[in-house]
């Protein structure tokens, strides 16, 4: 048998002409086809990651990565037919509150040992972001952002209803009563709605209830874990939106399309929605040909006793199969995970808050877009109590208070109902 010595030259043409390794990715946050690689530059959720990705595929040696086509609406439904399929992405984005499902079902690869290899600093995340990706003492995923929900605000509208202080700061409720107030004010002084939200599809209702009820020191477990949400507290934050739809105050009949729309469209005074738009409403205000123009951002107010708003965070796991069955594309993954990682700073561009206390303490963070106007945001974030029945509670939650608000179920009735379900959900 012969033994042939590939020169260096040799050798790095075989090498180059070697296939990569490819990765298969799954997210959310829309549609971008034109992204291209530069990170700094692009703008709005889904071009700012798919430039990152693009990034990550064109820059890791020996690593290509695949973006999968993904809708955000039925997204865990093909996650989960992926795995049950047998073909499940080798990267794909998750919340945190779905962990606990996908982890206890055996699905997620642990990664506790093998991130400092991969160059990822569990050191450096907030802790409330390691707490999220951690389930049973692993860790089954890497944080990406905090998400919140804002008040968006349109500050020429607040100014004509006189509800901005000198300092141009808009003026916010600090009760239920001063809520409807304002709202009052509002519609008197513009003619328009003083608020508008996804109220009849995506659970931005859900978000607005739980952050009112968390306000009270309230929740929708009690301490042994069992369902709590028919309560006085519950009625009392959904009173406090259901007096806007009562005065024609606010649209409960809008989706999340229609309620941006309107916001943008200079129809509604206050949008409520989440970090993720930040940057895209920053780059719309900017638009001559878009009625909204001078944009402000606000922490979701106080109504109640306590300071507490509804936070998420993104993240990317891995399965457990492809660390089984595959090591060298699952090191891959690794690698294209630690990537974005490192461009958490072009992520946080979106509006979303870094989890990288390096990232959070840096003067290019800090000088980000309307960043100071809701600086306190991180200090209210709360999130549910953590469950592998998240998604099926959150069903019924959204379910019930749609039902109030577009069928005039009674909010006693709703609140019955959800009860008895979410309990049969937790007794499962």
């Given at each position: 048998m012969r033994h042939v010595l590939l020169t260096a030259a040799a050798a790095a043409t075989f090498a180059s002409a070697a296939p990569a390794q490819e990765v298969t990715l799954a997210r959310f946050f829309g549609a971008c086809e034109d992204a291209g690689t530069d990170t700094t530059?692009?703008?709005?959720?889904?071009?700012?990651?798919?430039?990152?990705?693009?990034?990550?595929?064109?820059?890791?040696?020996?690593?290509?990565?695949?973006?999968?086509?993904?809708?955000?609406?039925?997204?865990?439904?093909?996650?989960?037919?992926?795995?049950?399929?047998?073909?499940?992405?080798?990267?794909?984005?998750?919340?945190?509150?779905?962990i606990p499902e996908f982890a206890s079902l055996g699905a997620l690869a642990d990664l506790s040992g093998d991130l400092e290899a991969a160059g990822i600093d569990t050191s450096d995340w907030a802790p409330l972001a390691l707490d999220g990706v951690t389930y049973e003492g692993g860790i089954y995923g890497v944080p990406m952002d905090f998400h919140a929900n804002l008040f968006h605000v349109n500050l020429d509208l607040m100014a004509e209803a006189d509800l901005v202080n000198d300092d141009g700061s808009p003026i916010l409720p600090t009760s239920p009563d001063e809520l409807l107030a304002h709202a009052e004010q509002f519609k008197a002084a513009t003619g328009k709605n003083y608020l508008a939200a996804d109220f009849a599809q995506f659970p931005i209702g859900v978000r607005l209830v739980v952050s009112m009820l968390w306000q009270q020191g309230s929740n929708i477990f009690d301490a042994e874990g069992n369902a709590q949400v028919d309560t006085t507290e519950t009625r009392a934050a959904i009173n406090s939106i259901v007096q806007l739809f009562e005065n024609d105050l606010a649209d409960p009949r809008l989706n999340y399309a229609?309620?941006?729309?309107?916001?943008?469209?200079?129809?509604?005074?206050?949008?409520?929605?989440?970090?993720?738009?930040?940057?895209?409403?920053?780059?719309?205000?900017?638009?001559?040909?878009?009625?909204?123009?001078?944009?402000?951002?606000?922490?979701?107010?106080?109504?109640?006793?306590?300071?507490?708003t509804w936070a998420g965070s993104h993240g990317w796991a891995i399965p457990a199969s492809l660390k089984q069955d595959d090591p060298e594309t699952y090191e891959a993954a690794l690698r294209v995970i630690a990537f974005i990682q490192e461009h958490n700073l072009d992520w946080a561009r979106t509006g979303h808050m870094s989890v990288l206390q390096s990232v959070l303490e840096s003067d290019d963070y800090n000088a980000l877009p309307h960043r100071d106007e809701y600086a306190a945001t991180a200090t209210m974030a709360a999130d549910l109590p953590p469950t592998e029945h998240f998604s099926a509670i959150q069903d019924i939650l959204n379910r019930e208070l749609q039902a109030i608000w577009l069928t005039g179920k009674s909010v006693d009735n709703a609140l019955s109902d959800a009860q008895i379900d979410i309990q049969d959900v937790l007794d499962s």
């Open positions: 530059t692009s703008v709005g959720e889904a071009c700012i990651i798919q430039s990152i990705i693009n990034a990550a595929s064109a820059e890791i040696d020996g690593v290509t990565v695949n973006t999968l086509p993904t809708d955000w609406g039925n997204y865990y439904d093909q996650i989960k037919a992926a795995f049950a399929g047998g073909t499940p992405p080798d990267v794909f984005v998750m919340h945190a509150h779905t229609d309620s941006q729309q309107a916001f943008l469209n200079g129809e509604a005074g206050i949008l409520v929605n989440g970090t993720w738009v930040v940057d895209f409403y920053d780059s719309e205000a900017a638009d001559p040909d878009v009625p909204l123009t001078n944009y402000y951002v606000a922490d979701f107010p106080v109504l109640f006793e306590e300071s507490a």
